[in-house]
């Protein structure tokens, strides 16, 4: 599986941005996928995740009722709508997929995108 994301930039706090991963090769091999992100000197961490088949999504704390993961499976492809950016969002936003929830262990990576948000 190939992932590929898009849609980071530089936003000032308050802002909105979406992030998009398009899966592609072996695309039914797909279980769940998320979006993981590193900041500068931290280690990488979870943000969100959706399963591909189901409802169920996961959220670290630190991002809930600001961020909002969906997916669009005819189009292979997860977004991650990030609200009411602070500038602690700053960071490589990463999509994966085939992973374990609310972790940083998933199978499959692509490429990261860069979000800055500005004070």
């Known amino acids: 599986v190939q992932l590929q994301a898009s849609g980071g930039g530089l936003v000032q706090a308050g802002d909105s941005l979406k992030l998009s991963c398009v899966a592609s090769?072996?695309?039914?091999?797909?279980?769940?996928m998320g979006w993981l992100r590193q900041s500068p000197g931290k280690e990488r961490e979870f943000v969100a995740g959706?399963?591909?088949?189901?409802?169920?999504?996961n959220y670290a704390d630190s991002v809930k009722g600001r961020f909002t993961i969906s997916r669009d499976n005819a189009k292979n492809t997860i977004y991650l709508q990030m609200n009411s950016l602070r500038p602690e969002d700053t960071a490589v936003y990463y999509c994966?997929?085939?992973?374990?929830?609310?972790?940083?262990?998933?199978?499959?990576w692509g490429q990261g995108t860069l979000v800055t948000v500005s004070s």
């Open positions: 994966a997929a085939n992973g374990h929830m609310l972790t940083t262990r998933y199978n499959h």
């Open positions: 090769g072996r695309t039914s091999i797909i279980l769940n």
């Open positions: 959706i399963s591909w088949g189901g409802p169920t999504t």
